[in-house]
T-cell receptor
Framework: AQKITQTQPGMFVQEKEAVTLDCTYDTSDQSYGLFWYKQPSSGEMIFLIYQGSYDEQNATEGRYSLNFQKARKSANLVISASQLGDSAMYFC??????????????FGQGTELSVKP | DVKVTQSSRYLVKRTGEKVFLECVQDMDHENMFWYRQDPGLGLRLIYFSYDVKMKEKGDIPEGYSVSREKKERFSLILESASTNQTSMYLCATWSGGPYNEQFFGPGTRLTVL
């Protein structure tokens, strides 16, 4: 069965410092995509970054980067230079490339990040 | 920009009531999803639809049904609301293509008393 695990229910980081949010996954598929979403207190899910299983380079989007270690089945999100507006819930998600579930995403439990001034 | 809207941000209903949650998207996406979000459990898929009038059960369909009469509109129905259906409900759309993200609506926080 496919599964995403986020072991950090909550984390604190000082403003302007970098923070790593952990994500491990379990799948027998060879082709899959990994996604990170941010959910502020307003509730809307905001897409941050994507990594394909065959991508050789780690994905980056501005202050977000994904530390992808395929052999370890981990896809950790790194946020550099944290800002107060980064305080939110963060979800890691996975989608097998070839699935029969209409493209559904499998989500982890989420990590609540709090940025301290 | 994809815009996904949900009919209510907050909703309070009584046990046994029939509840309709509506989701509308304006980007002509084929695929639409309803998720439920609970603390410590992340998001779980209730139902999805890949075409008009087509629907498939997700991981937790019990107590729910859906309707998709038009491409842009996907409704989640709680036939007889129960207190254990108190939750955050999120609608999402997807254009297809394995590398594309899903776009989410703002969510509906439903309380069943």
């Amino acid at each position: 069965a496919q599964k995403i695990t986020q072991t950090q229910p909550g984390m604190f980081v000082q403003e302007k410092e970098a923070v790593t949010l952990d994500c491990t996954y379990d799948t027998s598929d060879q082709s899959y995509g990994l996604f990170w979403y941010k959910q502020p207190s307003s509730g809307e899910m905001i897409f941050l970054i994507y990594q394909g299983s065959y991508d050789e380079q780690n994905a980056t989007e501005g202050r977000y980067s994904l530390n992808f270690q395929k052999a370890r089945k981990s896809a950790n999100l790194v946020i550099s230079a944290s800002q107060l507006g980064d305080s939110a819930m963060y979800f890691c998600a996975m989608r097998p490339v070839w699935d029969n579930q209409g493209g559904k995403l499998i989500f982890g439990q989420g990590t609540e990040l709090s940025v301290k001034p | 920009d994809v815009k996904v809207t949900q009919s209510s941000r907050y909703l309070v209903k009584r046990t046994g009531e029939k509840v309709f949650l509506e989701c509308v998207q304006d980007m002509d996406h084929e695929n639409m999803f309803w998720y439920r979000q609970d603390p410590g459990l992340g998001l779980r898929l209730i139902y999805f639809s890949y075409d008009v009038k087509m629907k498939e059960k997700g991981d937790i369909p019990e107590g729910y049904s859906v309707s998709r009469e038009k491409k842009e509109r996907f409704s989640l129905i709680l036939e007889s609301a129960s207190t254990n259906q108190t939750s955050m409900y999120l609608c999402a759309t997807w254009s297809g293509g394995p590398y594309n993200e899903q776009f989410f609506g703002p969510g509906t926080r439903l309380t069943v008393l």
